[in-house]
């Protein structure tokens, strides 16, 4: 049973940090590309940040570069995702990715319940 089971969300202020943790079960860990998303009210579920199996490489949407760190420690089946000079268009729900690789190149996506980010004065 895949479980991945985010933390770290609430109420902060613009320009305000928050940290957000996803931790994974169930799976070998460090043999997937973990990944961010969120979603907020009305609008699509959208990549935010990625970062591959053995954290080499991570990549972020142009929306948070510079803001936003992805990291993740296989030891401990976490990936994490430290956000900076957080902005109200940041305010949504974030969810923690797993991406199985499958047979013949395809990919499924498993994903967290989501916690709530809310940026506001």
């Known amino acids: 049973q895949v479980q991945l089971v985010e933390s770290g969300g609430g109420l902060v202020q613009p320009g305000g940090s928050l940290r957000l943790s996803c931790a994974a079960s169930g799976f070998t860990f460090s043999r997937y590309r973990m990944s961010w998303y969120r979603q907020a009210p009305g609008k699509e579920r959208d990549m935010v940040a990625t970062i591959t199996d053995d954290g080499g490489s991570a990549n972020y949407a142009d929306s948070v570069k510079g803001r936003f760190t992805i990291s993740r420690d296989n030891a401990r089946n976490t990936v994490s995702l430290q956000m900076n000079s957080l902005k109200a268009e940041d305010t949504a729900v974030y969810y923690c990715?797993?991406?199985?690789?499958?047979?013949?190149?395809?990919?499924?996506?498993?994903w967290g319940q989501g916690t709530q980010v809310t940026v506001s004065s």
């Open positions: 990715n797993a991406v199985a690789p499958l047979a013949w190149g395809r990919e499924w996506y498993y």
